[in-house]
Every structure is written in structure tokens, then in C-alpha cells.
T-cell receptor, first 112, second 112 residues
Framework: DTEVTQTPKHLVMGMTNKKSLKCEQHMGHRAMYWYKQKAKKPPELMFVYSYEKLSINESVPSRFSPECPNSSLLNLHLHALQPEDSALYLC???????????FGPGTRLLVL | AQTVTQSQPEMSVQEAETVTLSCTYDTSESDYYLFWYKQPPSRQMILVIRQEAYKQQNATENRFSVNFQKAAKSFSLKISDSQLGDAAMYFCAYRRSDDMRFGAGTRLTVKP
């Protein structure tokens, strides 16, 4: 089983809203990732969690706040987003940080 | 910084024919991983094939194979007996430790 699930599939929010994206995997992976992907562009790494600790934060604005409550769950809390933050947000996981990453289906976010 | 270059923004292939997608990368490291991911319009990133840099043998997965030239820093993907379901955006990716970098992608069209 190489399944990573993400909810919601689609999200529309205003610039003053607070929302959260959720990612879950039950493969026993110890590393989880958030990526941002704009249309017709490759994914850009945002955050890396390894053993539930944040190990990489690629200079992402503070309006994005990641959280890893346990080894199976990864959240991305959104607050005061801008229209340019509209994108596909992908979650991925891997056994260790060196291993193959498996991606979820993504959340399509639209900020109005 | 490591960079990944895919010089073919678009490629097309006739069904049942063979097509090769190009990828070059830049690194000063000797140990790393290379991947090809496929992203259909449904948007989920799917692993196609993986190559460890320390392995001289080219990876193969059914109709998909790579030509890994470490000295030339080249990692091309060959798709044999192309099928309509192979139509997608293909991303080449480089990974070392927490760092994962994607190329800009090649959009593959399969003509019936």
C-alpha cells in the first residue's frame, strides 16, 4: 500500500479566512513533506518533517504553518493568504528522508 | 545548488512507438537518487522509476527504462510500446538527503 490521502480535494477561501489542509499516510513512513505546485510548473518544496520534527523550511511565509501531530498525520494551517498562494498543494511521504517519496492527490486551493 | 534541466517542454509519440525524454542535472555530490515521476491531468504524482547513483546498472520497470550516464550527469527515460495512458507531464527529479529538486517537466502526448 503506497497511499497518501489529502483532504479536502478543493478549497476556496478568502484572504481573512483560516483553514487547514490535512495529509495522512499509514505506511509507517517517518518523513513527510509539503509542496506547492503552480499550474504548468514543477512542485516546489515547502516543508520537511522527519520523525515528527521540522527539518526543512524553505523560506515559506509565516501565513503557512505546518504541524505534525504524529507520524501519520501532517497538517498545513493557512491564515491571511494572498491570491498568489492559489495553487495545488501536494503532500508526500517516504520511509526515511533518503527514500522514494510517494505523493498524495493534492488539494487545489483558490484564494479570493 | 543542484539544478535539474528538462530541455523538451513537449513531446509526442505514436501509440506503440518508443519515445525518450531527456534530463540533465548538476551536482557535486557522488551519492544521490534520481527519479522520474508522471503527473496525469488527474494531478497525482506517480513514481515511474528510480535510480541510485551508486548503481551502474540502468533501472527498468516494465516498459520504462532509463539511460543513466553519471559522468555526463544525464538521466533519460525511455518509454517503449507507448500507450494512451502514458500521456502526462513527466518530471525528472534529483534527491540527496532532504533536498528534492524537480525539472520543469515534459508534457507527453500519445497519438492513437
Amino acid at each position: 500500500d503506497t497511499e497518501v490521502t489529502q483532504t479536502p480535494k478543493h478549497l476556496v477561501m478568502g484572504m481573512t479566512n483560516k483553514k487547514s489542509l490535512k495529509c495522512e499516510q499509514h505506511m509507517g513512513h517517518r518523513a513527510m513533506y509539503w509542496y506547492k505546485q503552480k499550474a504548468k510548473k514543477p512542485p516546489e518544496l515547502m516543508f520537511v518533517y522527519s520523525y515528527e520534527k521540522l527539518s526543512i523550511n524553505e523560506s515559506v511565509p509565516s501565513r503557512f504553518s505546518p504541524e505534525c501531530p504524529n507520524s501519520s498525520l501532517l497538517n498545513l494551517h493557512l491564515h491571511a493568504l494572498q491570491p498568489e498562494d492559489s495553487a495545488l498543494y501536494l503532500c508526500a511521504s517516504s520511509q526515511e528522508t533518503e527514500e522514494t517519496q510517494y505523493f498524495g492527490p493534492g488539494t487545489r486551493l483558490l484564494v479570493l | 545548488a543542484q539544478t535539474v534541466t528538462q530541455s523538451q517542454p513537449e513531446m509526442s509519440v505514436q501509440e506503440a512507438e518508443t519515445v525518450t525524454l531527456s534530463c540533465t542535472y548538476d551536482t557535486s555530490e557522488s551519492d544521490y537518487y534520481l527519479f522520474w515521476y508522471k503527473q496525469p491531468p488527474s494531478r497525482q504524482m506517480i513514481l515511474v522509476i528510480r535510480q541510485e547513483a551508486y548503481k551502474q546498472q540502468n533501472a527498468t520497470e516494465n516498459r520504462f527504462s532509463v539511460n543513466f550516464q553519471k559522468a555526463a550527469k544525464s538521466f533519460s527515460l525511455k518509454i517503449s510500446d507507448s500507450q494512451l495512458g502514458d500521456a502526462a507531464m513527466y518530471f525528472c527529479a534529483y534527491r540527496r538527503s532532504d533536498d528534492m529538486r524537480f525539472g520543469a517537466g515534459t508534457r507527453l502526448t500519445v497519438k492513437p
